[in-house]
């Protein structure tokens, strides 16, 4: 396909913005399938982060890490250079919201790990960065394509989990929303490879491989949907914390309640019992 800078372009920043938001916070809805929450809003709306593999998210995180290392290596355009970027930091968000959730972690405790996962982000980030742009000016392939398809690999693995956390529980709980996006960002970085000078194979094969497997999960999702599984894990949380509002609730109108029918039922007794008395006097 002939080079036009237009659709690379645009097609890259079509890809920046399916395949980086879709962790971030958006619209919501309550229904089991047709669930249009993001991943991050959903964990935070239920306060939960039930059926999301935190192994998944930190493979994605070094994924994308070695993908934007290899991004800018390779020179390609600056929307597909920070696509990951952003994706890592809303994968960085998800990961400390399953130990904020979860694990009911304290802040400062919670924010040091986040601290101490930049830092390693930003120190291998720059290491992969200038191997690859030594490898690629020594003309060194065989470490360029290991470097490029790597993170594809990485991203690839932490598929995996989730696959195992689906099928333990009979439910995908990944947002329909957030599998939409993912797939149109992987299909429009793809589009936008093609329009640039050489097709880059090495880089398409990260977005494809997100697009597949996402695929994989829809279909998952469909199947558990038909056995009337889909959204099961979901459904039980809400169910117990509303239980749990109820008793709660019910307990605090109790323990509120003045004792006034016994207080009715005394004062009738010391009534009844003063007339009697007052009826032997005369």
């Known amino acids: 396909m002939a080079y036009n800078k237009a ?6 920043w ?6 980086s938001f879709q962790l971030a916070p958006q619209g919501t809805s309550q229904h089991a399938f047709y669930d249009l929450n ?60 399953v130990y904020w959730y979860a694990y009911k972690w304290s802040l400062v405790k919670t924010c040091s790990v986040g601290a101490i996962l930049c830092i390693a982000y930003a120190g291998l980030h720059i290491g992969f960065w200038k191997a690859e742009e030594r490898a690629i000016a020594n003309h060194n392939d065989g470490v360029v394509t290991f470097l490029g398809v790597l993170p594809a690999i990485v991203i690839a693995a932490g598929f995996f ?19 939409m996006l993912d797939i149109m960002g992987g299909v429009f970085s793809t589009i936008s490879l ?15 491989i997100v697009v597949l497997l996402d695929i994989v999960l829809v279909i998952m999702k469909v199947y558990f949907f038909v056995r009337g599984t889909q ?3 979901h459904r039980s949380s809400i169910a117990d914390s509303s239980t749990s509002s109820c008793a709660e609730s019910q307990y605090s109108k109790t323990s509120e309640m003045p004792p006034r029918s016994f ?15 007052q009826s032997v006097q005369s």
């Open 7 to 12: 659709a690379n372009a645009a097609f890259a």
């Open 38 to 97: 993001s991943v991050a809003w959903q964990n935070f709306r239920r306060k939960s982060t039930e059926g999301v593999s935190v192994v998944m998210l930190y493979f994605w995180f070094a994924g994308n890490m070695l993908y934007g290392a290899y991004a800018v290596a390779d020179k390609l355009y600056f929307g597909l250079i920070i696509q990951p970027q952003i994706f890592a930091f809303f994968t960085l968000l998800n990961i400390l919201q």
């Open 263 to 277: 207080a009715n039922k005394d004062n009738v007794e010391l009534k009844q019992l003063e007339e009697g008395k």
């Open 194 to 208: 093609a329009f640039d000078h050489t097709f880059d194979y090495v880089a398409s094969i990260t977005y494809l």
């Open 161 to 179: 989990p989730e696959f195992y956390v689906c099928v333990k529980e009979q439910s995908v709980e990944m947002s329909n929303f957030f599998i």
């Open 231 to 233: 959204g099961r894990v």
């Open 14 to 19: 079509l890809g920046l913005v399916f395949w």
